[in-house]
């Protein structure tokens, strides 16, 4: 939560400097009270982030701070832009479809959707269960997740994004019902 704070601090972002002592006295709390603490702080953190923030502010932020960005498969991303570099973008996506078992259309509106099962948010819902830390509402967990989705698709196809809407499935703690991100190309 530390990068998200620094990126909150950034004047491009447009967060209005009276929220930042919010964000900065939930770290303080949180890190007086020790590591044992995160997940605390980051449920505290995100839901913080859904008060007072907007929707587009937090978008932004996790564009640039999303969840399973870097997660050591770039160098693969990168190749895979290099190799399919003189292909168009529906071509590109196909590829990468198929390469990377994802369901994804490029739209003619200039979006892409994305359908995605986030397999992370369900091995932490397991992994803590009869634990006492809480999860932030899976609304908000999917917000940062889309920026992970946004990162991946950048570095594999050589274009840039932006997260347009996160279309939830109804039932939350059904993980058979994927997450529809759309993405807007930015040109």
Do not use: W
């Not at 447009?14 to 939930?26: A, K, L, T």
């Not at 907007?54 to 991303?77: I, S």
């Not at 091995?123 to 999917?142: C, N």
């Amino acid at each position: 939560m530390k990068t998200m704070l620094y990126a909150m601090q950034k004047k491009q972002m447009g967060i209005s400097e009276d929220v930042i002592p919010i964000f900065e006295g939930i770290l303080q709390k949180h890190n007086d009270l020790g590591a044992p603490n995160s997940g605390y702080c980051d449920k505290e953190f995100i839901e913080a982030m859904e008060k007072h923030l907007t929707k587009e502010q937090r978008f932004r932020l996790y564009a640039q701070n999303g969840g399973c960005k870097g997660t050591g498969r770039d160098k693969e991303r990168k190749a895979f832009a290099l190799e399919h570099a003189d292909k168009t973008l529906a071509e590109k996506l196909e590829l990468f479809v198929n390469m990377y078992n994802r369901k994804a259309i490029l739209n003619d509106d200039n979006t892409i959707a994305v359908t995605f099962t986030c397999a992370h948010r369900y091995h932490k819902v397991k992994r803590d269960q009869g634990k006492s830390i809480p999860l932030p509402p899976v609304e908000l967990y999917f917000e940062s997740c889309a920026g992970g989705r946004l990162y991946e698709l950048q570095k594999a196809l050589g274009i840039k994004l932006r997260i347009k809407s996160i279309d939830i499935s109804s039932l939350d703690e059904n993980f058979d019902n994927p997450v529809v991100y759309a993405f807007e190309i930015v040109e």
